[in-house]
């Protein structure tokens, strides 16, 4: 079956960091691949997404590219703020398969 | 209003009472899912709908029931819930089932007590 495994949190960084939150997946076909983040008190935001091998998602300073032949999805920031501080959650869907799945998520906390 | 709408945002229950919980859309999307988020536990899928009919329903006690009346409303009925029951309770709604291109948009869910 499908799963996502993320690194295990919590990540502490100050501020101004460089970010990596690793993400490796197994599919049964050829899934898009998702990143979300969860702010405290509040429901998942999509952060970015990919659709294909090699396609690099991006936004607000993240990035993260699918990596078919690692199968993996690492999320990258070059310099964290104290606003980034949240929990980033990897997904995948396959939606031809009927399938999606969350990783476990990351809790990140960015401090002063 | 635009996004996935929950009601209410925080709720207190005893584990008599009977209570709704109330999810909306008016992005025209036509797949819409519940899912249980419990403290340092992944995300739990609940319920699956595509064009208000169930599609998938992952062994979830018949104390949560849930009613999609239309594309636009998800509920989900909860009767004598119990502590471990206590959980931030997200709905979220897709395009097309199990979108692949778009992803999902989630509400803020709703904090459930039960005491």
């Known amino acids: ?112 | 209003e635009t996004g996935v709408t929950q009601t209410p945002r925080h709720l207190v229950m005893g584990m008599t009472n009977k209570k709704s919980l109330k999810c909306e859309q008016h992005l025209g999307h036509n797949a819409m899912y519940w899912y249980k988020q419990s403290a340092k536990k992944p995300l739990e899928l609940m319920f699956v709908y595509s064009l208000e009919e169930r599609v998938e329903n992952n062994s979830v006690p018949s104390r949560f029931s849930p009613e999609c009346p239309n594309s636009s409303h998800l509920f989900l009925h909860l009767h004598t819930l119990q502590p471990e029951d206590s959980a931030l309770y997200l709905c979220a709604s897709s395009q097309d089932l199990y979108e692949g291109f778009y992803g999902y948009t989630f509400g803020s869910g709703t904090r459930l007590t039960v005491v």
């Open chain 1, 1 to 112: 079956g499908n799963s996502v495994t993320q690194m295990e949190g919590p990540v502490t960084l100050s501020e101004e960091a460089f970010l990596t939150i690793n993400c490796t997946y197994t599919a049964t076909g050829y899934p898009s691949l998702f990143w979300y983040v969860q702010y405290p008190g509040e429901g998942l935001q999509l952060l970015l997404k990919a659709t294909k091998a090699d396609d690099k998602g991006s936004n607000k300073g993240f990035e993260a590219t699918y990596r078919k032949e690692t199968t993996s999805f690492h999320l990258e920031k070059g310099s964290v703020q104290v606003s980034d501080s949240a929990v980033y959650f990897c997904a995948l869907s396959e939606s031809d398969a009927g399938k999606s799945t969350f990783g476990d998520g990351t809790t990140l906390t960015v401090k002063p």
